[in-house]
């Protein structure tokens, strides 16, 4: 009886935290609540053998029965033995793809009586989108942005006109890729409480179903218009145990203590020259980071030179040009360029931005062409001392 | 009027100097004067003399056929004028022309490096001076080559 | 009409060119203005723009005017490229894109009742050349203003009248060398640094300020240190990629520094650990 007692009242806090069951065939629900309020509700589906982000229109399009396998330069979808919806763990994309997007007009001009003007450049058709499926990682990459895109001096307005509406359903990983180190990074997987709604998978002999729980207003509306069961104790430690357990399976870690220092102090290290050997400079890795924003500008005219318009994008710290001044580039090396990235991602970014510019998410590690670890170049510089002569 | 052993006691090239070198400095110097144009020394010519300029420019000029004679490098109130008497062959490599009025303490040479040869303190405090010149001349030439204000494509 | 605090800063503002005026065979220097619109042009000595030519590109040019007039921005550019050589030969009249004035620009307003050593090598005058205005019309609040001006060959000297007009107001020495003089030159010839030894430097008292290519902002950081300034006291100029002027697009980082909004004026403290470091 006290026992009953006290379950009672964990189950009781459990649902005043917001905290409820949704079933699996729910999902389709929730995607239409999204739809009728005005999103575009984007997140996971399976494209060209891989986990990409994309417009979804029903839970059909989502990734169900399917997983990842991830090692340094390698990624493969295989099929799960059951139907979970989000067993997979991140994709190359992220959701900088709607954030900060790979190209994006800046704004147009017409030549005028021996001048110009600019066009209207108020984008049209921006909807506010729900990206649903955003991981721990993910979220803090999208923080991390927010500090660069809209805390700094200035704020982008092509940031800000598409991540200020932006409605999160963050999902707990409830697993772990051998790319991920997240937990060293102090990110995840455990999402915390910036997202609107967050789920957690449950897939047992209970059924399958969703622990949800709401973190603000307009999440909280959303989940109240849900078809709900408020969520038990042993609902609400069962998910515990699988984030627990996704934080357990990495393999992978990076220790970041004193690391911008480390880095600082290591400029020559000789292990620079190591990854240089092995580095293609191809950008994957800046590309598919969900945290690099480097973008370079374009400006393009129309054939009769009376209309120009300026596009931005995406821009890699890896190319030759990158670094152009008058006389030549600055980063003529694989070496320079790939210390330049690290150095700039783990060390200068807290100078910066005040945090660590990698989320721990692992999307580098898979997704270069050659599998070079960040982890392990970490490793190698800390191990190597003072610029590896020891 | 001011006298050479105040005018050279006082510059900074000969600062550290005992008595006694100072001395044998003041006894092979001589003041000298210059108008406009002159050639104060000439490539090819024996080097037999320094100067230490007190009023006035002078250009360094070097020949270069088929370029225009250019001018290397100016020295100026303060600053020595020819290292060549050093060493051997003694011999200027380069002209040197006064641009303006210039007035300047003259010092013999030969006297000077008779009295190193006697004397390897002196010859030794007389190399470290001028050391030093070369040193900063050869950092200024240095950076002068890399033509730092140039075009680069 | 927008005002400056709405205005985006990723949108180029048009204004018309006025005059373009050669300064050596290669630098011109353009004077806008913003036509009919009453758009007033605040800066800083040391601030840039963005000057975009239509159909042609951007470019990051620093304000090479005075301060005090508030009708109009100069610039002065050296024609090494495309989108320079198309900048420096506008009409008068057309129309030319601005967007700024973007970043931190030299301590001028710090360094009052202080002596003040400016060393420009090349093009480098340009940006320091509205502290020199700045200084001159408020000539009672500052100390000595030391000039030392290097340039690659006589006709390569910029605003040579004013550095003329500038050397004759008291407590102002303008001393002027060139690395290749031919034998009609009768200044100095020898790179800047060699100008120390003429001029009259209270360390002390005094704040300089240093724009040129980084290798002679090198040496004559040495000088400037040998003479007995501080390390605080000694301001730079960087360069480096600018491409959008806010700190968005990552091209100007050195460092932990994006040249564009911490820059492109840095105290030579806050460069000395970075600027001895190949290919950062």
New interface residues.
Partial sequence: MATLNRLATADDRAAQRGEHILAADQVGKLIELLVRRGYEVVGPTVRDGAIVYDHLESPDDLPRGWTDEQKPGHYRLHRRDDEALFGYVVGPQSWKKYTHPAEVRLWAAERQNGTFRILNNEEKGQHPRAFLGARACELAAIAVQDRVLLEDKYRDPVYDRRRGGAFIIAVQCTQAAETCFCASMGTGPQVSDEFDLALTELLDSKGHRFLLAAASDRGTEILSELKTVPATEEDRQQAAAKVDAAARQQVRSIDTTGIKELLYENFEHRRWDDVAGRCLTCANCTMVCPTCFCTSVEDVSDISGDHAERWRRWDSCFTQNFSYIHGGSVRTSAKARYRQWMTHKLASWIDQFGSSGCVGCGRCITWCPVGIDITEEVRAIREGGRNGDS | METLERIIGEHPFFAGLDAGFLNLMVSCASNVRFTPGTYILKEGEAANTFYLVREG?V???LLAPPH???????I????ILGWSWLMEPYVWKFSARA??AVRAIALDGRCLRTKCEQNHDLGYEVLKRFAGIVEQRL??TR??L???????R | MATSSTIDPMLPQPYLVREVSKETPDTFTLRLDPGNEARESVFRPGQFSMLWVFGVGELPISISGDPALRDRLIYTVRSVGQATHSLVNQKVGSGVGVRGPFGIGWPVEAARGRDVIVVAGGIGLAPLRPVIYQVLQNRKDYGRLVILYGGRSPRDLLYRKELAKWARIPETQVLITVDYGGIGWRGHVGVVTTLFKYSRLHPARSVAMVCGPEIMMRFVIRELETAGLSRDDIYLSMERNMKCAVGFCGHCQYGPHFICKDGPVFPYERMRPLLEKYEL
Avoid: F, N
Wanted: glycine share 8%.
């Fill in positions: 420019k250009a360094l000029e225009k004679p250019i001018i290397v490098s100016t100026g109130i303060g600053e641009v303006d950092d200024a950076l002068q890399l033509d730092v204000y140039a075009v680069r």
